[in-house]
């Protein structure tokens, strides 16, 4: 989970859900933008408190106004999918409010299933609504939040498990029902690891994958250069970096992570990270109070 100090960050807002479509036109060239879904975003619902353990808070009134907003907003982004494009559905999971992620082809409905660290009710309930067919379960890292429920989605959708990192192994082998009230987590072996220059791939639509190590020993990113764009886990988030105090955790290592793997990305580079809204490398740079240019002195 998230934040580093309590008192060196300022509250986060949640962004509860972001559509983001991503339009393929002509064939090799993609544009990506972001949809921060009005509802949810021009009125802040409510502050996540990071607390000690890393834990957000929400209340029962933001669980339920997800919800509801999560339904009409399916339907919003799928009346507005044009053919040939990708998009995005975030569904927060967990008392951690994760984000799980759907990124599907509006062409195909070939769709990926990102993180499904619980609430596979909710995450299977999407699916249908989004009339997609998952074709493998990718994860970013080991930590309960974000795999919890990959084991039953992988039942549920008889599909392949996709990383993370083996350094994480032991992580998926502690997994356990209940923890943080996640009633369906269960430990597992992936199908398949994944490791520094390794891809995966939607209809053809390639990811070339990192390991940056430091939140975990085995988080990994998921990076998609012609639309330029990234899944970061909880290795970056806007305005913070993730924790580092968990087994196998280790602040240097997550900073060399960040600053060296993925900085030489480029700065235009979007990113949704595991918790909370999406944001650009540019704006890391200029203004996280844990890694900007200016807090490292580069
Ligand atoms: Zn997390
Ligand atoms: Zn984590």
Redo the contacts with the bound molecule.
């Keep these: 989970?998230?934040h580093q100090g309590l008192t060196d960050y300022p509250r986060i807002i949640a962004s509860d859900l972001i559509v983001a479509s991503f339009r393929r036109s002509p064939p090799t060239e993609y544009v990506c933008h972001a949809t921060l879904v009005t509802e949810f975003n021009q009125q802040p619902l409510h502050t996540t408190t990071m607390t000690g353990d890393g834990v957000a808070r929400a209340s029962d009134s933001l669980s339920k106004q997800v919800n509801s907003g999560y339904k009409s907003l399916s339907e919003a982004s799928m009346s507005a999918a044009e053919k040939n494009q990708f998009q995005l559905q975030v569904v927060p999971v967990t008392q951690?409010q994760?984000n799980a992620m759907i990124f599907w082809s509006t062409e195909t409905r070939n769709a990926i299933l990102l993180d499904p660290g619980g609430d596979v009710d909710l995450l299977m309930e999407a699916i249908g609504k989004l009339e997609v067919t998952v074709k493998e379960i990718w994860l970013t890292h080991g930590?309960i939040?974000?795999a919890g429920g990959a084991a039953e989605a992988r039942r549920r959708l008889d599909v392949e498990i996709i990383g993370p990192h083996i350094d994480d192994q032991f992580l998926l082998d502690e997994l356990k029902p209940g923890t943080y009230g996640i009633a369906e987590a269960e430990s597992f072996t992936p199908d398949r690891y994944l490791d520094d220059g390794d891809t995966v791939a939607l209809d053809g639509v390639q990811f070339e994958l990192l390991h940056c190590p430091g939140h975990s020993p085995g988080s990994v990113v998921f990076f998609q250069k012609e639309m330029a764009f990234a899944f970061v886990?909880?290795v970056l988030f806007s305005g913070s970096i993730g924790r580092t105090d968990l087994p196998g955790g280790n602040h240097q290592q997550l900073i060399d992570s960040i600053t060296r793997k993925l900085w030489p990305l480029g700065e235009k580079i979007q990113f949704m990270p595991?918790?909370g809204p999406g944001s650009t490398f540019e704006q890391e740079r200029k203004s996280n109070g844990f890694v900007a240019d200016s807090v490292l002195g580069t």
């Design positions: 989970m998230a951690l994760q930590h939040d974000h886990g909880d595991g918790h």
